[in-house]
């Protein structure tokens, strides 16, 4: 089995795959995002929208172009699919998002052609270039150029897939709709209440205030969720 699997042992707590029973599993291209926030396309299609039984099937599907990720083709099954992405499954002519439900884990949610259009990503750098222009780094490895200094890191960028076209922007603070990815309470939401150096304080979805650090915290609109989350 060797590199193009994971043993049981090493799943990620965010992937939602019995290990009753399981030896190896799929492991994930290095790519656009990290482990714990992503899962390989075939996984995907196999244990969460279980429209294939097996890899082999998956591989058929891919081969075929009946699957989009963000609009474009992907025919590797290790590819990863993380938080945020789209898939568009030809065959059915269905949209999907990847997200994390209530339990932490990684899920995915139907979603309408709108929104299969959209995603945000967070800001995780930035870099000058020529002309006094920006380049914008996201979480999910994209490089996004803008005419001028507008954004933060930190901060969230919704926008157009396939075309990378800047629709939104979300700042982490008080106001701002936020999920978390990581940290004791990951998958909770709410709305910022207060900022620090390197912490928010916010009121979750359940009516109770807590606190987490910034590095958790992830965007996701402005006094509501830009984007359906469930």
């Not at 207060?194 to 402005?222: H, M, P, Q, W």
Request: aromatic share 6%.
């Amino acid at each position: 089995m060797g590199k193009d699997h994971l043993k049981r042992y090493a799943i990620p707590s965010t992937w939602d795959i019995k290990k009753k029973g399981l030896v190896f599993v799929t492991r994930p291209k290095p790519g656009s995002h990290s482990r714990p926030l992503s899962l390989p396309l075939g996984v995907v299609l196999k244990n969460l929208l279980k429209c294939v039984k097996t890899t082999n099937e998956a591989k058929k599907l891919l081969y075929n172009n009946e699957v989009l990720v963000d609009g474009r083709r992907v025919k590797d099954q290790r590819v990863p699919v993380g938080l945020m992405d789209v898939i568009h499954l030809k065959q059915t002519n269905q949209n999907f998002r990847i997200m994390l439900d209530t339990k932490g884990k990684l899920a995915v949610i139907e979603i309408d052609d709108k929104e299969a259009k959209l995603k945000i990503s967070e800001i995780i750098g930035k870099t000058p270039i020529k002309g006094g222009k920006i380049q914008i780094n996201l979480r999910d490895s994209r490089n996004i150029i803008a005419e001028k200094n507008d954004y933060k890191v930190g901060g969230s960028l919704m926008i157009e897939v396939p075309s990378q076209k800047i629709v939104d922007y979300f700042t982490l603070e008080k106001g701002a709709y936020v999920l978390l990815i990581a940290g004791k309470h990951i998958s909770s939401r709410g709305v910022v209440e207060s900022t620090e150096k390197d912490s928010i304080t916010y009121n979750s979805e359940y009516g109770s205030t807590r606190k987490t650090l910034k590095k958790y915290a992830f965007a996701v609109g402005k006094g509501k969720p830009a984007l359906k989350l469930n």
